[in-house]
């Protein structure tokens, strides 16, 4: 097994355990190293650090597998997964859809997989874990047994790690559109087409939270609605109307289906940019809920994000009813809570508008957030009660 050295800013990190070092925090490496391939790290002094795999095409080279001696990766791999399997197993008493691997939440960096009552979808997205992708594969066949799994890698991610991407059935027959359940509420989820890896489950608690602030009468407007979750579980709730804005036609056309399926009565469609929709809006609403895309892949875009988001919460909180409730979520790691907070303060005051923070959110149980993993708290929101 090849050696990597780190530099002395890397050591910080391990003792941390935290399991991304990138190249500038690499002091020397075998010039002839594969990507992807398994190594040992040790520190500029010479005491081990970890296992971990290397690509050198990556700005993230190593990433941490184990921070202690390991014999058999594979084996490791594999007992991680079942172990992420068993701990979500009781999510089964109120949905058929959850997610099985969330990649460093549960110490496998590179690997996703989700579960779509009975079906899989697989996301392996670096060069380390392709290199076990026939393992991989293979345990989760036999251990969760799934009707089919589809490959739903992420080109983008892929291309920086020297991947070519070629989603497809990996295993079985994957449907044209599968429908789960989420406490009792139903969403078609189309693994060939949708984003991500299918349906955003990381918002499951938080759906359940906005919605049980419903009353009855209540008119609400779901923006970025993708699925309609927030919007349905609203509706369930006792919602007299939801208006529903997304831009995506995939998005419109899996809303309709949402809507009929939970046999919504009194709902409105609307297939537009939201940041353009909300130029024109004069109807007003008792919850409003911003739930956009990623406005900020890097740090970079932070800056641009939060003018996106005040220009959001601020003409959201125009058209929103004394008393009524905004929910805003970001689901951009450099975007913080607290920028969500400064940055809503900032719009209220703008608008003359006073607001009482009643619940703070962040992603679901099978999605970990790691303490010593910064980046996996990535899905932060909060709900405010314009006073």
């Known amino acids: 097994m090849k050696k990597v050295v780190l530099k002395k800013t890397a050591e910080r990190k391990i003792k941390q355990f935290n399991q991304w070092?990138?190249?500038?925090?690499?002091?020397?490496?075998?010039?002839?190293?594969?990507?992807?391939?398994?190594?040992?790290?040790?520190?500029?002094?010479g005491q081990f650090a970890g296992i971990g795999y290397f690509n050198p095409l990556s700005k993230i080279s190593l990433r941490i597998l184990s921070f202690k001696r390991e014999k058999d990766i594979s084996s490791l791999i594999k007992r991680r997964i079942g172990e992420a399997f068993h701990r979500r197993k009781k999510l089964l008493e109120n949905t058929t859809a959850f997610r099985v691997v969330h990649s460093e939440g549960d110490l496998l960096p590179g690997l996703i997989a989700d579960y779509y009552d009975g079906y899989l979808s697989v996301q392996i997205n670096t060069a380390g874990m392709e290199n076990f992708r026939d393992a991989i594969l293979q345990f989760l066949i036999e251990h969760i047994k799934p009707k089919g799994i589809y490959d739903k890698s992420d080109s983008k991610i892929r291309s920086i790690e020297g991947l070519e991407t070629d989603n497809k059935p990996l295993y079985g027959e994957i449907p044209k559109k599968i429908v789960v359940n989420e406490n009792s509420i139903y969403f078609t989820v189309y693994l060939q087409e949708g984003q991500k890896?299918?349906?955003?489950?990381?918002?499951?608690?938080?759906?359940?939270?906005?919605?049980?602030?419903?009353?009855?009468?209540?008119?609400?407007?779901?923006?970025?609605?993708?699925?309609?979750?927030?919007?349905?579980?609203?509706?369930?709730?006792?919602?007299?109307?939801?208006?529903?804005?997304d831009v995506s036609p995939n998005a419109v056309k899996q809303l309709e289906e949402n809507c009929h399926l939970n046999n919504l009565k009194n709902f409105e469609i609307v297939k537009e940019d939201a940041f353009d929709f909300l130029k024109k809006e004069n109807q007003r609403y008792n919850i409003v809920i911003i739930d956009?895309?990623?406005?900020?892949?890097?740090?970079?875009?932070?800056?641009?994000?939060?003018?996106?988001?005040k220009y959001l919460i601020a003409n959201s909180l125009k058209i929103l009813e004394e008393k009524g409730y905004l929910a805003v979520f970001s689901c951009s790691f450099h975007v913080t809570m607290e920028d969500l907070i400064n940055v809503s303060l900032s719009a209220a005051q703008d608008t003359g508008n006073i607001l009482e923070i009643v619940e703070f959110m962040y992603q679901d149980l099978d999605h970990p957030i790691l303490l010593n993993m910064p980046n996996t708290l990535y899905l932060k929101g909060i709900l405010f009660q314009k006073l």
């Open 21 to 45: 070092i990138y190249k500038n925090e690499i002091k020397k490496y075998p010039p002839d190293i594969q990507k992807g391939e398994i190594v040992q790290a040790f520190t500029s002094s």
């Open 292 to 309: 956009p895309p990623s406005f900020a892949k890097t740090k970079h875009e932070r800056e641009g994000a939060l003018r996106g988001f």
């Open 197 to 245: 890896t299918g349906f955003y489950l990381d918002q499951r608690k938080n759906r359940q939270i906005v919605s049980q602030y419903v009353e009855k009468g209540f008119k609400v407007l779901d923006l970025f609605s993708n699925a309609g979750g927030f919007g349905i579980y609203c509706y369930k709730r006792g919602a007299d109307f939801v208006k529903f804005v």
